[in-house]
């Protein structure tokens, strides 16, 4: 490899969270720790039951899980649908704290039509420019690139994340090249797992 050239990213199986309430509500839930309901039970599951078609072997791959309740839930799901929860694989998971969702601040448990409400001069501002513009004792979408680019540039083998909208926004920034100003407005779905197969980028 010549000097300068970027080291080749490894494949990455990431899965947001299941459904909560708060995301039912469309109500800002950032570093809230709210756990999983009845749907995003199911969303999990199915998940980990495609995890188990598209990596029959994990056990080449690193496990990473944000900290938090509804991304811990979702894991013991998925890993319980594939049939890994007593592996040894399963129990040398990571619990990476750069992975923790991005903080809205004072806005969290508000919903968009309360923001907008509330603080309409703030709210338009982010809106002309979300990957800048910080919340109210929050974080810009700049901010959580750095503290997620800390994990993400050490990737070095297969990778499968349990995490959340937010960071899978930034990694998809950093994998498929996404202007700044696109990157905070990227689908992140949570019944489907973004899969990047070392060059190419697709939902399974």
């Known amino acids: 490899m010549h000097q300068g050239e970027m080291m080749p990213i490894p494949p990455i199986y990431y899965i947001r969270h299941g459904e909560t309430d708060w995301n039912a509500e469309y109500r800002y839930q950032g570093q809230k720790d709210i756990p ?3 749907k995003g039970e199911g969303q ?12 029959p072997d994990p056990s080449e791959a690193n496990l990473f899980c944000s900290p938090m309740t509804r991304t811990r839930q979702t894991l013991a799901l998925v890993m319980e649908e594939a049939g890994w929860s007593g592996s040894e694989w399963a129990r040398s998971v990571t619990f990476e704290d750069k992975l923790i969702e991005f903080s809205f601040g004072d806005w969290e448990g508000w919903t968009l039509e309360e923001i907008k409400e509330r603080e309409p001069e703030l709210y338009w501002e982010r809106e002309k420019d979300k990957w800048r513009t910080c919340m109210p004792n929050g974080e ?4 959580l690139s750095e503290r997620v680019g800390g994990w993400f540039h050490n990737l070095d083998k297969p990778t499968v994340v ?19 100003l696109e990157a905070p407005l990227l689908k992140t779905p949570q019944d489907k797992i973004y899969f990047w197969d070392g060059q190419e980028a697709s939902w399974i």
């Open 140 to 143: 810009s979408y700049q901010m």
């Open 36 to 38: 999983l309901n009845v």
């Open 44 to 55: 999990a599951r199915r998940n980990g039951r495609v995890l188990a078609e598209i990596l």
């Open 162 to 180: 349990i995490g959340h909208g937010g960071v899978l926004r930034i990694v998809r920034y950093f994998l498929e090249k996404v202007p700044e």
